[in-house]
């Protein structure tokens, strides 16, 4: 079993930025992929952006390419997520999730398909 807790989140300006941050405890080492993913009021959850055990295949959907960047650390079994230039529209709980297939995979299949889930972390973001 592995277990993701997501902190960082909060309330922030239009233009803003925020750190996201996902730690992950138990049997991590049965563990690939890891990933962000949100879910916005009233709407069906989405993807966000997905990085390879090593880091360095990423894959980001087009509405936050450029403005956010996914990293991670894998001897602290966490992963990050830089939020930059914040909009109102980035406004969702944000979800950290890790998978034991490769990145291009999930970026493929991008509903769905992760093996682990944290609980989200709620973004904010005022006009």
């Known amino acids: 079993q592995v277990q993701l807790v997501e902190s960082g989140g909060g309330l922030v300006q239009a233009g803003g930025s925020l750190r996201l941050s996902c730690t992950a405890t138990?049997?991590?080492?049965?563990?690939?992929?890891m990933g962000w993913f949100r879910q916005a009021p009233g709407k069906e959850r989405e993807f966000v952006v997905v990085?390879?055990?090593?880091?360095?295949?990423?894959y980001y959907s087009d509405s936050v390419k450029g403005r956010f960047t996914i990293s991670r650390d894998n001897a602290k079994n966490t992963a990050y997520l830089q939020m930059n230039s914040l909009k109102p529209e980035d406004t969702a709980v944000y979800y950290c999730?890790?998978?034991?297939?490769?990145?291009?995979?999930?970026?493929?299949?991008?509903?769905?398909?992760?093996?682990?889930w944290g609980k989200g972390t709620l973004v904010t973001v005022s006009s």
């Open positions: 138990g049997r991590t080492f049965s563990s690939n992929a």
């Open positions: 999730a890790v998978g034991r297939q490769s990145a291009s995979y999930y970026y493929q299949h991008r509903t769905g398909g992760m093996d682990y």
């Open positions: 990085i390879s055990w090593s880091g360095s295949t990423t």
